[in-house]
């Protein structure tokens, strides 16, 4: 494999793995590595609902894990 590929293959490792992160409110993210390479990326996502009658149930949106910043 040339560098410029695994360099590609990196870079949309790392874009996955922040569009997972970044569409959770509550949640996890789970990476699956086999042979020292990563096979998969898992997303669960919790719906949080408040006890108050009165207060409206919020979807999950993104959060502050937009910000996370990525360095070379």
Do not use: Y
Request: glycine letters at 2%.
């Amino acid at each position: 494999m040339s560098i410029e590929t695994a360099n590609e293959q990196n870079s949309s490792l790392v874009k996955e793995l922040l569009s997972a992160i970044n569409s959770l409110r509550f949640g996890s993210v789970e990476i699956t590595v086999h042979e020292g390479r990563v096979t998969q990326i898992e997303k669960r996502e919790k719906v949080r609902f408040t006890d108050s009658a009165t207060a409206s149930i919020k979807p999950t949106a993104n959060t502050a894990a937009k910000t996370l910043k990525v360095s070379n």
